[in-house]
């Protein structure tokens, strides 16, 4: 018989059960790993690719509406609501793509095209307008011809954020379908949507058929429906638009000389080798402000690196209310930022008292916090921020009052948690580098003078 090593069965089998329990503890616990693992890897990413905690609702909607059948397809209005606040689409615009889910042609289009017509050889006499299986599709530019606009169209793809102007905030098209269903059981909804504002950075979710769309007549006293409807839903990540960000932000103040510069490199440094000094010759080349095809931007050279810097200046110190001066900056060659947009994250937003040469709005994403608001520019006068020179600059200067349980200037108080510009968040300097509140800085340097000037008057009067 074979050795023993234990006294008796009983020894034995609770031997047995405790190596079964330890493996199956070890296994329970490598589970728990991987699924709280698995979690954060939701929760990280979900939040980078698709949710603003300034704009928790900001997404943009593009809705399709089957106006008619027609003998192989349908006639459908296409609509793309911008309902994301502060955050639009510059030139040169949006671009819109999709597959077709069986063998569909596009026959025409009214306020927009294609950008590129596919392979149409097995069609005679009538050549659709597309044939391809993934179409793209691109704003009209203004001024094209009346037979070629439909409404809300022909802006080159520019939409506005719903923030700045809702009725801005709109693009659409229509889209007459071929080889199609005829019916709402036949037809087949479009897959695998992409958006493209200029860049990337959006994300668009499945077309979902949704209850179909009421219209009403000019004179409001008849209702009409589309036959069909389905909505497809797309949100913006700056993680996924580029690994480094857009902007940055300088402080500075009354109370301090010292300025805080934009991080070194606040942007990247891929581009230091391409950027043009402010001095040099090159500036004066004919067609260098020029935009890329790809949108690649041509940068001053600067230690940060940016195409966008926003400096905040603490400028003045009442009794009541406290100003602060704002300028951005333009540092790229290339661009014009149409209908720019500028968010501030700050407690005293709550009680601004006048904003001088930008439009503001205070956002207010939570009913019970109002910190946050959002600078643009004024119509006509200064809603392009001009390409890097000596207009590439707009500036504006904000009063604010004084909630006198919470006002300071210690700490770094007075500075923005958070600024982001056309949607995308600027990187602040690091907190230790704020210009400090020191002893001797008190008040305001006018009330001071002021306090001075009356001793010297009670002193001549007293001689």
């Not at 955050?87 to 819109?96: A, F, K, N, Q």
């Not at 050889?121 to 391809?132: A, D, E, M, R, T």
């Not at 209908?339 to 006048?354: D, G, I, R, Y």
């Amino acid at each position: 018989m074979g050795s023993n090593n234990y006294a008796n069965p009983v020894q034995e089998i609770l031997h047995e059960s405790k190596g079964y329990y330890q493996g199956w503890q070890c296994n329970v616990v490598q589970e728990l790993k991987f699924k709280i693992l698995a979690a954060l890897y939701v929760l990280i990413f979900s939040h980078a690719t698709a949710y603003d905690p300034l704009d928790p609702t900001g997404n943009i909607t593009i809705k399709w509406d089957v106006m008619s059948w027609t003998p192989d397809g349908y006639v459908a209005a296409v609509t793309m609501n911008n309902f994301q606040m502060y955050r639009g689409i510059m030139s040169p615009g949006w671009t819109l793509g999709w597959h077709w889910a069986k063998k569909e042609v596009i026959w025409s289009m009214v306020g927009a095209q294609t950008t590129e017509q596919g392979d149409c050889s097995k069609f005679k006499g009538n050549v659709p307008h597309c044939c391809k299986k993934d179409p793209t599709v691109v704003d009209l530019l203004p001024g094209v011809p009346y037979n070629q606009q439909f409404s809300n169209c022909c802006k080159g793809g520019v939409l506005a954020s719903w923030g700045q102007d809702p009725l801005g905030s709109v693009s659409a098209f229509q889209v007459s379908v071929g080889a199609a269903g005829t019916s709402n059981k036949t037809v087949k909804l479009p897959k695998n949507f992409t958006l493209l504002g200029p860049g990337p950075g959006y994300t668009c979710g499945p077309a979902r058929v949704v209850p179909s769309t009421v219209f009403l007549t000019p004179d409001h006293r008849r209702k009409t429906q589309a036959l069909m409807t389905w909505n497809v839903t797309c949100t913006y990540s700056q993680f996924l638009a580029s690994k480094n960000p857009s902007c940055c932000v300088s402080f500075s103040s009354f109370y301090n000389e010292t300025i805080t510069p934009c991080p070194s490199c606040a942007c990247g440094c891929q581009t230091k080798k391409n950027c043009i000094k402010s001095n040099s010759k090159l500036l004066h080349k004919a067609g260098l402000n020029t935009p890329r095809k790809d949108n690649t931007p041509l940068l001053q050279c600067t230690h940060h690196m940016c195409p966008i810097r926003v400096h905040w200046h603490v400028k003045l110190n009442y009794r009541d209310y406290w100003r602060v001066k704002i300028a951005v900056t333009n540092f790229n060659y290339r661009l014009n930022y149409t209908q720019w947009t500028l968010v501030a994250q700050h407690p005293n937003l709550n009680n601004v008292t006048q904003v001088f040469s930008f439009d503001y709005k205070p956002l207010v994403p939570y009913e019970s916090i109002n910190d946050t608001g959002m600078f643009y520019g004024m119509k006509f006068y200064n809603d392009l921020l001009m390409e890097a020179g000596p207009q590439g600059n707009v500036q504006s200067e904000v009063l604010l009052q004084k909630d006198k349980n919470t006002f300071t200037f210690k700490h770094g108080w007075a500075f923005p948690r958070k600024v982001y510009f056309n949607g995308d968040e600027c990187m602040l300097p690091p907190p230790d580098t704020y210009p400090f509140l020191s002893n001797s800085a008190y008040a305001n340097p006018i009330a001071i003078s002021s306090v001075a000037a009356s001793l010297f008057l009670l002193l001549l009067s007293a001689w």
